[in-house]
Protein backbone atom coordinates (compact mmCIF):
# COMPACT_ATOMS: atom_id res chain seq x y z
CA UNK A 1 0.00 0.00 0.00
CA UNK A 2 1.32 3.35 -0.76
CA UNK A 3 1.26 5.58 2.55
CA UNK A 4 0.62 9.00 0.99
CA UNK A 5 1.26 11.17 3.53
CA UNK A 6 4.72 10.52 4.51
CA UNK A 7 7.57 12.96 2.76
CA UNK A 8 10.15 11.70 4.69
CA UNK A 9 12.57 9.24 5.62
CA UNK A 10 15.47 8.70 7.69
CA UNK A 11 18.30 5.75 8.11
CA UNK A 12 19.03 5.61 11.91
CA UNK A 13 22.68 5.66 12.52
CA UNK A 14 23.45 6.14 16.28
CA UNK A 15 20.69 6.70 18.94
CA UNK A 16 20.71 9.96 18.97
CA UNK A 17 18.63 9.89 15.43
CA UNK A 18 16.05 7.82 17.43
CA UNK A 19 14.70 11.24 18.47
CA UNK A 20 11.35 11.20 16.22
CA UNK A 21 10.26 14.74 14.87
CA UNK A 22 6.87 15.31 14.89
CA UNK A 23 4.52 12.92 12.69
CA UNK A 24 7.73 10.32 12.93
CA UNK A 25 7.57 6.86 13.60
CA UNK A 26 9.57 3.89 14.08
CA UNK A 27 10.31 1.25 10.69
CA UNK A 28 11.23 -2.40 11.42
CA UNK A 29 10.19 -4.61 8.62
CA UNK A 30 7.49 -2.33 8.05
CA UNK A 31 5.26 -5.01 6.91
CA UNK A 32 2.19 -3.45 9.36
CA UNK A 33 2.87 0.12 8.64
CA UNK A 34 2.42 -0.49 4.70
CA UNK A 35 -0.57 -2.86 4.79
CA UNK A 36 -2.75 0.05 5.81
CA UNK A 37 -3.55 3.86 5.87
CA UNK A 38 -1.19 5.86 8.86
CA UNK A 39 -2.85 8.91 8.98
CA UNK A 40 -1.02 11.28 10.75
CA UNK A 41 2.41 9.67 9.74
CA UNK A 42 4.29 11.77 8.10
CA UNK A 43 8.09 10.19 8.35
CA UNK A 44 10.16 6.98 8.92
CA UNK A 45 12.95 5.85 11.35
CA UNK A 46 14.82 3.06 9.44
CA UNK A 47 15.66 0.74 12.56
CA UNK A 48 17.52 -2.22 10.72
CA UNK A 49 20.17 0.70 9.56
CA UNK A 50 21.84 0.24 13.51
CA UNK A 51 23.42 -2.84 12.69
CA UNK A 52 22.34 -4.63 15.97
CA UNK A 53 22.69 -7.83 15.44
CA UNK A 54 19.87 -10.20 14.94
CA UNK A 55 20.82 -13.37 17.46
CA UNK A 56 23.21 -13.61 20.61
CA UNK A 57 23.94 -17.05 22.23
CA UNK A 58 25.49 -16.49 25.55
CA UNK A 59 25.36 -18.56 29.08
CA UNK A 60 22.79 -16.56 30.31
CA UNK A 61 20.59 -17.03 27.14
CA UNK A 62 19.37 -16.04 23.69
CA UNK A 63 19.15 -12.06 23.19
CA UNK A 64 16.97 -11.52 20.08
CA UNK A 65 17.56 -8.35 18.18
CA UNK A 66 14.50 -6.60 18.32
CA UNK A 67 15.29 -5.99 14.32
CA UNK A 68 15.95 -9.61 13.64
CA UNK A 69 13.60 -10.89 10.78
CA UNK A 70 11.52 -13.88 12.01
CA UNK A 71 13.04 -16.43 9.07
CA UNK A 72 16.36 -15.60 10.34
CA UNK A 73 15.29 -16.79 14.00
CA UNK A 74 13.60 -19.63 12.31
CA UNK A 75 16.12 -20.69 10.33
CA UNK A 76 18.97 -20.78 13.52
CA UNK A 77 16.56 -23.02 15.66
CA UNK A 78 16.35 -25.13 13.07
CA UNK A 79 19.68 -25.66 12.94
CA UNK A 80 20.38 -23.11 10.06
CA UNK A 81 21.78 -20.16 11.47
CA UNK A 82 25.24 -19.00 11.97
CA UNK A 83 25.57 -20.21 15.43
CA UNK A 84 24.26 -23.10 16.64
CA UNK A 85 22.02 -24.07 19.15
CA UNK A 86 23.32 -24.59 22.61
CA UNK A 87 23.04 -28.26 23.52
CA UNK A 88 20.17 -29.02 26.31
CA UNK A 89 18.23 -26.30 24.93
CA UNK A 90 15.25 -28.12 24.08
CA UNK A 91 12.54 -25.18 24.58
CA UNK A 92 14.02 -24.23 21.07
CA UNK A 93 12.09 -26.61 19.05
CA UNK A 94 9.03 -24.97 19.83
CA UNK A 95 10.09 -21.83 17.66
CA UNK A 96 8.87 -23.15 14.23
CA UNK A 97 5.66 -23.52 15.71
CA UNK A 98 5.41 -20.17 16.91
CA UNK A 99 6.43 -19.20 13.48
CA UNK A 100 3.56 -20.62 11.89
CA UNK A 101 1.11 -19.56 14.71
CA UNK A 102 2.14 -15.95 12.74
CA UNK A 103 0.38 -17.63 9.35
CA UNK A 104 2.57 -15.47 7.01
CA UNK A 105 3.82 -15.96 3.83
CA UNK A 106 7.89 -16.95 3.70
CA UNK A 107 7.97 -12.90 2.50
CA UNK A 108 6.40 -12.02 5.21
CA UNK A 109 8.75 -13.93 7.57
CA UNK A 110 12.14 -12.71 5.93
CA UNK A 111 10.83 -9.33 5.87
CA UNK A 112 8.88 -8.80 9.77
CA UNK A 113 10.85 -8.48 12.71
CA UNK A 114 10.27 -10.21 15.95
CA UNK A 115 10.51 -6.42 17.71
CA UNK A 116 7.81 -5.74 15.43
CA UNK A 117 5.42 -8.35 16.32
CA UNK A 118 6.03 -7.55 19.73
CA UNK A 119 5.42 -4.43 19.72
CA UNK A 120 2.27 -4.38 17.21
CA UNK A 121 1.23 -6.19 20.50
CA UNK A 122 -2.20 -7.51 18.48
CA UNK A 123 -3.50 -10.63 20.77
CA UNK A 124 -2.61 -13.56 17.93
CA UNK A 125 0.84 -11.94 17.75
CA UNK A 126 3.01 -15.23 17.32
CA UNK A 127 6.51 -13.19 18.78
CA UNK A 128 4.62 -12.38 22.10
CA UNK A 129 2.97 -16.00 22.23
CA UNK A 130 6.78 -17.34 22.00
CA UNK A 131 8.50 -14.53 24.31
CA UNK A 132 5.82 -15.00 27.39
CA UNK A 133 6.20 -18.89 27.39
CA UNK A 134 9.79 -18.85 27.58
CA UNK A 135 10.13 -15.55 30.32
CA UNK A 136 10.94 -12.98 27.56
CA UNK A 137 12.76 -10.16 28.69
CA UNK A 138 12.30 -6.59 27.05
CA UNK A 139 15.04 -4.45 26.82
CA UNK A 140 13.92 -0.92 26.08
CA UNK A 141 15.79 2.39 25.49
CA UNK A 142 14.35 5.36 26.62
CA UNK A 143 14.26 8.88 24.71
CA UNK A 144 16.74 9.97 28.07
CA UNK A 145 19.90 7.53 27.30
CA UNK A 146 18.44 5.47 29.68
CA UNK A 147 17.54 1.81 29.25
CA UNK A 148 14.52 -0.08 31.06
CA UNK A 149 13.92 -3.72 31.83
CA UNK A 150 10.57 -5.79 31.12
CA UNK A 151 8.53 -9.10 31.31
CA UNK A 152 7.14 -9.00 27.81
CA UNK A 153 4.27 -10.64 29.42
CA UNK A 154 3.35 -6.80 31.22
CA UNK A 155 4.82 -5.38 28.34
CA UNK A 156 1.67 -5.81 26.15
CA UNK A 157 -1.38 -4.21 27.49
CA UNK A 158 -4.25 -4.91 25.50
CA UNK A 159 -5.02 -5.58 21.96
CA UNK A 160 -2.30 -3.25 20.29
CA UNK A 161 -1.15 -1.47 22.31
CA UNK A 162 2.13 -1.50 25.09
CA UNK A 163 3.73 0.36 27.94
CA UNK A 164 6.12 1.80 25.48
CA UNK A 165 5.81 5.83 25.86
CA UNK A 166 6.53 8.09 22.87
CA UNK A 167 10.35 7.91 22.17
CA UNK A 168 10.95 4.44 23.43
CA UNK A 169 12.17 1.94 21.21
CA UNK A 170 12.60 -1.81 21.91
CA UNK A 171 16.03 -3.09 21.70
CA UNK A 172 16.45 -6.82 22.30
CA UNK A 173 14.17 -9.43 23.74
CA UNK A 174 16.13 -11.61 26.26
CA UNK A 175 15.32 -15.32 26.33
CA UNK A 176 17.01 -16.74 29.63
CA UNK A 177 18.70 -20.20 29.35
CA UNK A 178 17.24 -21.50 32.24
CA UNK A 179 13.66 -21.40 30.25
CA UNK A 180 15.64 -22.54 27.29
CA UNK A 181 16.41 -25.70 28.88
CA UNK A 182 13.06 -26.24 29.71
CA UNK A 183 10.51 -28.79 27.90
CA UNK A 184 8.49 -26.38 25.62
CA UNK A 185 5.52 -27.29 23.40
CA UNK A 186 2.66 -24.84 21.78
CA UNK A 187 -1.01 -25.33 20.49
CA UNK A 188 -3.01 -23.39 18.29
CA UNK A 189 -6.68 -23.33 16.77
CA UNK A 190 -8.37 -20.94 14.24
CA UNK A 191 -11.72 -20.90 13.07
CA UNK A 192 -10.44 -21.50 9.61
CA UNK A 193 -7.97 -24.11 8.24
CA UNK A 194 -5.81 -20.96 7.06
CA UNK A 195 -7.23 -18.21 9.50
CA UNK A 196 -5.54 -16.24 12.42
CA UNK A 197 -4.79 -17.74 15.61
CA UNK A 198 -8.29 -17.88 17.46
CA UNK A 199 -6.45 -19.10 20.91
CA UNK A 200 -2.39 -20.21 21.41
CA UNK A 201 -1.92 -21.84 24.76
CA UNK A 202 2.10 -22.64 25.42
CA UNK A 203 3.07 -24.77 28.42
CA UNK A 204 6.81 -25.09 29.96
CA UNK A 205 8.19 -28.03 32.42
CA UNK A 206 11.56 -27.00 34.11
CA UNK A 207 14.27 -28.74 35.12
CA UNK A 208 13.25 -28.21 38.39
CA UNK A 209 9.29 -29.20 38.45
CA UNK A 210 7.72 -26.10 37.92
CA UNK A 211 6.08 -25.19 35.21
CA UNK A 212 4.04 -22.44 33.18
CA UNK A 213 0.95 -22.15 31.00
CA UNK A 214 0.39 -19.51 29.10
CA UNK A 215 -3.03 -18.33 26.90
CA UNK A 216 -2.40 -15.19 23.81
CA UNK A 217 -4.46 -14.34 20.89
CA UNK A 218 -7.56 -15.79 23.26
CA UNK A 219 -7.42 -13.03 25.85
CA UNK A 220 -6.46 -9.46 24.54
CA UNK A 221 -2.66 -9.52 27.08
CA UNK A 222 -1.17 -12.18 27.73
CA UNK A 223 -2.25 -14.47 30.78
CA UNK A 224 0.77 -16.75 32.67
CA UNK A 225 -0.40 -19.34 35.11
CA UNK A 226 2.13 -20.71 37.00
CA UNK A 227 2.94 -23.67 39.10
CA UNK A 228 5.51 -25.27 41.63
CA UNK A 229 4.48 -28.48 40.03
CA UNK A 230 2.24 -29.80 36.88
CA UNK A 231 -1.37 -29.33 38.66
CA UNK A 232 -3.49 -31.54 38.07
CA UNK A 233 -5.86 -31.24 34.53
CA UNK A 234 -9.11 -29.79 36.71
CA UNK A 235 -7.29 -27.35 38.19
CA UNK A 236 -5.50 -26.25 35.27
CA UNK A 237 -8.71 -26.32 33.39
CA UNK A 238 -10.50 -23.98 36.13
CA UNK A 239 -7.68 -21.50 36.08
CA UNK A 240 -7.69 -21.17 32.04
CA UNK A 241 -11.30 -20.56 32.41
CA UNK A 242 -11.23 -18.01 34.75
CA UNK A 243 -8.39 -15.84 33.19
CA UNK A 244 -9.06 -12.34 32.09
CA UNK A 245 -9.22 -10.86 29.06
CA UNK A 246 -11.18 -13.26 26.76
CA UNK A 247 -12.91 -11.16 24.18
CA UNK A 248 -15.52 -11.71 20.72
CA UNK A 249 -14.53 -10.18 17.25
CA UNK A 250 -15.76 -12.05 13.80
CA UNK A 251 -12.96 -14.69 14.23
CA UNK A 252 -14.19 -15.87 17.47
CA UNK A 253 -16.83 -15.69 20.38
CA UNK A 254 -15.35 -15.37 23.88
CA UNK A 255 -16.57 -18.27 25.07
CA UNK A 256 -15.39 -20.50 22.36
CA UNK A 257 -11.88 -18.95 22.55
CA UNK A 258 -12.31 -19.20 26.64
CA UNK A 259 -13.25 -23.23 25.94
CA UNK A 260 -10.92 -24.03 23.40
CA UNK A 261 -8.08 -22.60 25.62
CA UNK A 262 -9.11 -24.65 28.65
CA UNK A 263 -8.79 -28.06 25.69
CA UNK A 264 -5.35 -26.85 24.36
CA UNK A 265 -4.03 -26.07 27.97
CA UNK A 266 -5.21 -29.71 29.21
CA UNK A 267 -3.85 -31.29 25.98
CA UNK A 268 -0.02 -29.87 26.35
CA UNK A 269 -0.36 -30.83 30.11
CA UNK A 270 -0.77 -34.33 29.22
CA UNK A 271 2.23 -34.24 26.81
CA UNK A 272 4.23 -32.20 29.58
CA UNK A 273 3.28 -34.99 32.11
CA UNK A 274 4.48 -37.54 29.44
CA UNK A 275 7.99 -35.59 28.99
CA UNK A 276 8.72 -36.17 32.72
CA UNK A 277 7.96 -40.14 32.78
CA UNK A 278 9.36 -40.73 28.79
CA UNK A 279 6.11 -40.90 27.16
CA UNK A 280 5.74 -37.90 25.47
CA UNK A 281 4.06 -37.81 22.10
CA UNK A 282 6.07 -34.86 21.45
CA UNK A 283 2.94 -33.44 18.94
CA UNK A 284 2.00 -29.63 18.67
CA UNK A 285 -1.46 -29.27 18.41
CA UNK A 286 -2.55 -27.18 15.37
CA UNK A 287 -6.50 -27.17 15.19
CA UNK A 288 -9.56 -25.74 12.94
CA UNK A 289 -12.72 -25.74 14.22
Known amino acids: MDVTSVTGFRRARTRADLALAP ?19 TGFVDLTTLGWPDLEVSPDGLRIGATC ?30 VDALLASFKIWHTATVGGNVCRAFPAAAMVSLAVALDGVAEIWTPDGGTRRTPVERLVTGNGTTDLAR ?5 AIDLPAAALRSHAALAKIALAELGRSGAVVTGRLDPD ?13 PVVLRYDALPDAATLAADVDAAPGYYTD ?13 VLATRLRADLAGTATGTATGTVTKDHA
Open 167 to 171: GEVLR
Open 250 to 262: PLGAADWRRGVSA
Open 69 to 98: PIATLRAWAEGRGDVAVPDGWTAVAMVPDA
Open 23 to 41: GETLLGGGTWLMSEPQPGT
Open 209 to 221: GACAFAVTAAVVR
